[in-house]
């Protein structure tokens, strides 16, 4: 293998073409080979391997910078720069991140994992070289969609009038995840059209030099535009037109589905149970309103198919869905306004993206108290890569006034909660969507929503009270279990609403408890947990709280870090029986 040879970036530079187009080959054997064994990124990392050898060919890493937009662009980079174990050798495949990380290499320069973020950290870094009288190039790549974010926009604006060298490579594969949004990408498509002469060219007018380059997984005719373009003096955009998934035909066919799989994905008889699931049960609660003649509208922010929003549900909605693109904070304003036109919008999005639209959760949902609902898709502690972790939205969203933020524990719940929100008119709605196998109790729900932070007492003990949250409460049952055994006999309570205290029922276990415990699945500084400590501080009860510490953790296993929290009914109950003796 050529690939053999390769051990860092100048081991590129005696390769012919011929050679560097074998290497690509051998480049997808380990993307593909990795990601059927422990899943990741495929459609992206597949389509930009040709760049990826053109830029490392022309341009000398890590003296000049490349900085990667999502970063799910990066397998590549990772190959040549030192990490191709991480793709064919199964004792490193854990150890390598699928985002750029600089405790890996000096190749890379950020930790990043959120998109449209590419064109303003390369700017700084492009800024501070010039203050210090420094001399390299500076290379943002943006990709997937992610010229709509508002960040990008943002660093478009000041990259445009920056006065010296900087390079932003516009990786255009016509996707995000799905299929772009927006008249930004109407415009690149007439670039595509016209081979880049079309005279509406958008970065044009913001004051940028501009190539195009519509061959853009041929590696000579790169390294001609990159050969071109390297040492500039001014701001420049290279829009390279590749294709998504190139050289695995299911990818290149199917580019929705393979952006992202899961492991063994190569399994040719791989079958998947058609099983109802928190997803399923939105999309037909959704089709079913609309078809009731409900304004309901289905957002998503260029995540559908994560929220279940699949092609079939997008079709059968019509004008009724909508994919705002990779904005998150938009969406967030599009909904407000939605909700305050009389419209009923559901907008699904992912637990770690919710945290880039604080200020409209804020100033434009929550002051405005417009009816949307919000529903967190998973919300909980996970092994996931640090810029993917869903333990923040609690303490996000449950602060800000006016907004009710509820945690279903089982089918019946979630589907009360989700149909009192969309016909209520007086406040923003969010709903943490259970991040655990669909849990079905068979009997409808009749809670009353609209009395807020009501809690459930779904059985009476005494002594020990614990208030299980959403995902947590299968374990506040299987600590019950455990405390009987001891001799325990306590109180487990659902509390449904993450943004308020049930007084009353608070007040209540100071007759006959000594002990509550709080678990939540999500970190514990200003989280629920909080809420109820504080409620108890000036009295003799004492409070236990259980959930994630403040911390960013990297990929370490759900067990290992419910061992290290002590979120498991052994430990709890070993704390419990602490706190009592």
Not at 74 to 85: A, D, F, L, Q, V
Not at 516 to 545: C, M, P
Request: glycine letters at 8%; aromatic letters at 10%.
């Amino acid at each position: 293998m050529i690939l053999d040879k390769i051990n860092s970036p100048k081991d590129l530079k005696t390769l012919s073409v011929e050679e560097m187009n074998i290497l690509a080959d051998e480049m997808r054997e380990g993307i593909l080979k990795r990601v059927n064994a422990i899943g990741g990124h495929v459609g992206p990392d597949l389509g930009i391997i040709e760049t990826m050898i053109a830029l490392h060919y022309v341009f000398n890493s890590p003296v000049d910078k490349f900085v990667f937009d999502v970063s799910h662009q990066c397998y590549p980079h990772k190959m040549i720069t030192g990490r191709k174990e991480g793709f064919f050798n199964p004792e490193y495949y854990s150890k390598i991140s699928g985002y750029s990380a600089p405790n890996e290499s000096c190749h890379d320069h950020f930790t990043i994992g959120h998109t449209s973020t590419s064109v303003s950290l390369a700017l700084g870094l492009a800024k501070a070289r010039d203050l210090k009288k420094e001399d390299f190039n500076v290379i943002a790549l943006i990709g997937d969609g992610s010229l709509s974010g508002g960040e990008a926009l943002e660093g478009l604006n000041q990259a445009s009038i920056f006065n010296g060298n900087f390079i932003i490579i516009v990786n255009d594969n016509e996707m995000s995840i799905a299929q772009n949004q927006g008249g930004l990408y109407k415009n690149l498509e007439q670039l595509r059209k016209t081979n880049g002469e079309y005279e509406n060219n958008f970065f044009k007018t913001l004051g940028f030099d501009y190539c195009y380059l519509e061959e853009g997984n041929n590696i000579e005719k790169l390294i001609q535009t990159f050969k071109k373009v390297k040492d500039t003096k001014k701001p420049i955009i290279v829009h390279l037109h590749t294709l998504k998934g190139k050289g695995y035909k299911p990818a290149e066919a199917q580019k929705e589905k393979y952006h992202w799989q899961v492991p063994n994905f190569l399994d040719e008889n791989q079958t998947f149970e058609n099983i109802e699931t928190y997803e399923s049960i939105t999309t037909d609660y959704i089709l079913r309103k609309k078809e009731e003649g409900e304004p309901i509208v289905a957002i998503t922010p260029a995540t559908p198919g994560a929220t279940g929003f699949y092609q079939e549900f997008r079709e059968k909605l019509g004008e009724n869905y909508v994919d705002v693109a990779i904005s998150e904070e938009h969406g967030i304003g599009f909904i407000s306004g939605l909700a305050k036109g009389g419209a009923k919008p559901v907008l699904a999005i992912l637990s770690s993206f919710v945290q880039r639209t604080y200020d409209q959760l804020s100033q434009d949902l929550a002051l405005n108290n417009s009816p949307a609902t919000i529903l967190v898709y998973w919300g909980a502690i996970t092994g996931a890569d640090c810029t993917h972790l869903g333990v923040f939205d609690i303490p996000l969203i449950s602060n800000i006034p006016n907004i009710v933020y509820l945690a279903p524990t089982n089918k019946e719940e979630y589907l009360a909660m989700l149909d009192w929100s969309v016909n209520q008119k007086d406040y923003p709605v969010a709903i943490r969507v259970p991040y655990i196998p669909l849990k079905s109790t068979g009997k409808k729900d009749e809670t009353n929503y609209s009395i807020l932070n009501k809690y459930e007492i779904t059985k009476k003990g005494e002594k020990v009270a614990i208030l299980g949250l959403g995902n947590f409460y299968n374990l506040a049952l299987e600590t019950e279990k455990i405390l009987n055994e001891k001799g325990i006999n306590p109180t487990i309570i659902n509390p449904k609403f993450i943004t308020g205290v049930d007084k009353e029922l608070l007040e209540s276990l100071k007759k006959d408890h000594s002990i509550v415990i709080t678990l939540e699945d999500g970190v514990l500084d200003g989280g629920f947990g909080e809420k109820i400590s504080r409620y108890f501080a000036n009295s003799t009860i004492k409070v236990l709280n259980f959930g994630a510490q403040k911390e960013f953790t990297d990929r370490i296993s759900q067990e290992k870090l419910y061992e290290k929290y002590h979120l498991t009914p052994q430990l709890i109950t070993e704390d419990v029986l602490n706190l009592l003796n």
